[in-house]
Structures are given as structure tokens and as C-alpha cells.
């Protein structure tokens, strides 16, 4: 019963993880860069869904609601004043610039809210589904991340695949160079791109916030680290990879720290990637890209 515990304990951190990775995956398979920024999407979507159930005292659905709506615009602001003018730049300068967002982000928060941490109330509530006469206890909260996570998935999946948008996307990807001659509006594609993105930022935030109740302004910074890993981990780039890369990564997470040691197991996830990109650089499901010169 303890191996099936941490194993819903790893799938559902897992499913959080996968939900971040999407949204790194995605811009990075269409602007081709790394919004480092993304983790403190996070930490906004929970803020703004904790004040508007707490404050606001509005309905848990409409609080995370509310937050995926802010953390869109936000999203595509980010996009628009600090991506979009370094479309031609080195991707050094795009790096540079992501980590100055995230650390603008951060002192915001730190600002508006103060460094004292809110005790998060869980979207869910806080019942528990009891197996094998009481043996074996799953919280609500790891249902509804791990359904919410194969629900964004699969219609992210659709959503790339069957729409005008998705497809759009999937050319920019492919060449935007040729998708501008074919009519794309590259711009509006990558700012969409960033939208969705935080969109399913505000809903990891919620989620995590929900399952580890603390909340503060650096709540994102470390989980944002590990789903670009996870990320990584799948193959950036690739949709699947990154809920593959995201679920392995919660449960290797979990089970260190059940079995090995609580203090070491970041240390064991960062290792596991290593040992994967020197087996495979491309990541479990990335291809490899044979560049002209």
C-alpha cells in the first residue's frame, strides 16, 4: 500500500509538472525560445485565485477562472513588451531577458502581497477516497490533477492537430520564414502560443498551490525548474514528451523521498536528466534536427 501511495503522490506532482512543462514545450516549439519567466505565471495564477476566493469570495470555479484570464494577459504582455522586440536577437539576449521578467515578477509579488506566506485553500476541498478497508487513501485533490492533466493533454493534442490555429502553429514551428509566405501571422501565432501557455499556468498553480497549500512569491520558481526538466527530459518541443517527461519526473521525485532520502531527491531528479541526455540529447521523444550550413 505505501509503493501505491507514493506512486498517486508521484502521478499527481507528476501531472502538475507535465501541465508547466506544456506551456515551456509549446513556446519553445514555436519562438524557439525559453521563457524562464513561466514559473512565476505560476505563483501570479495562484496569488490572483487565492485573493478572489478568500477576498473576492467568489467560487472556487470562478477564481481559477479568473486567474487563467489574468495570467493570458499577462502572458501575452510579457510576450508583447519583452519577447517580441528580441524576435532577431541572439538567444543569449532572449535568455537574459527571461530571467529579468522572472525576477521582476518576483519582487512584484513581493511588493503587492509581502513576503508572508498565505495558507492556500485547497479549489477541491479537502475529502479523500479510501481503498482496501481504509488501507489505502487518495486525496481528492490528486484525482482531480491527474484527470485535469489527461484532459489538457488530450485537448491540446486535438487542438493542434484538427484546428486552423494548431496547424498554424505547427508551421511556425516547422519554418516561420515559410509560414509568414503562406500567409501566417507569425506574431499572432507565437502571442496565442503565449496565452495558452499561461492559461494552463494558472491552472498548475492552482492545482500545486491546492496539493501543497503554501503560497508565496517564489512558489514557482522551483517547480518552473522542474517542468522545464521535465520538459527537457521528454523532448522539448513535443507535447507528449512533456506530460511523459512531467509524470516520470513527480513520481522519480516522490519515490526519492520515500525511499532514498527527502534532502536528496531534487539532487536524484537532476540526475536521472542528466544520465537521460547523455543516452539520448535529444530528450525521450525529441528528434533530431539535421541543420544545412
Not at 489505502?136 to 491527474?146: D, E, F, G, M, W
Amino acid at each position: 500500500m505505501t509503493f501505491l501511495s507514493f506512486l498517486i503522490s508521484g502521478l499527481s506532482l507528476g501531472s502538475v509538472y507535465a501541465i508547466i512543462a506544456l506551456g515551456y514545450t509549446m513556446v519553445y516549439g514555436i519562438a524557439k525560445m525559453l521563457n524562464f519567466a513561466h514559473g512565476d505565471v505560476i505563483m501570479v495564477g495562484a496569488y490572483v485565485c487565492f485573493f478572489a476566493t478568500t477576498r473576492g469570495n467568489l467560487h472556487p470555479v470562478f477564481g481559477v477562472l479568473l486567474a487563467m484570464v489574468v495570467c493570458t494577459i499577462l502572458g501575452v504582455v510579457i510576450e508583447r513588451l519583452a519577447y517580441k522586440p528580441l524576435r532577431t536577437a541572439t538567444s543569449l539576449a532572449v535568455l537574459i531577458t527571461a530571467i529579468g521578467v522572472s525576477y521582476f515578477l518576483q519582487n512584484a509579488a513581493l511588493l503587492l502581497w509581502s513576503s508572508n506566506p498565505k495558507v492556500f485553500t485547497s479549489v477541491v476541498g479537502n475529502g479523500s477516497l479510501k481503498l482496501f478497508d481504509g488501507q489505502l487513501t487518495i486525496s481528492v485533490i490528486a484525482i482531480v490533477t491527474i484527470v485535469a492533466c489527461l484532459i489538457i493533454m488530450a485537448a491540446l493534442t486535438w487542438f493542434t492537430g484538427k484546428t486552423k490555429m494548431g496547424k498554424a502553429m505547427r508551421a511556425c514551428s516547422e519554418d516561420k520564414g515559410a509560414a509568414q509566405l503562406m500567409g501566417i501571422n507569425v506574431n499572432f501565432t507565437i502571442s496565442v502560443t503565449f496565452a495558452i501557455g499561461s492559461a494552463l499556468a494558472a491552472i498548475a498553480g492552482v492545482l500545486l498551490c491546492s496539493a501543497y497549500p503554501t503560497l508565496m512569491p517564489t512558489t514557482g520558481s522551483m517547480p518552473g525548474i522542474k517542468a522545464f526538466t521535465a520538459a527537457v527530459l521528454g523532448g522539448i518541443g513535443s507535447i507528449p514528451g512533456a506530460m511523459i517527461g512531467g509524470i516520470l519526473l513527480g513520481v522519480i521525485e516522490i519515490f526519492g523521498k520515500g525511499y532514498i532520502s527527502t534532502q536528496l531527491s531534487d539532487a536524484i531528479v537532476f540526475s536521472v536528466l542528466i544520465l537521460t541526455l547523455l543516452v539520448k540529447p535529444t530528450g525521450l521523444l525529441g528528434k533530431k534536427i539535421n541543420e544545412k550550413v
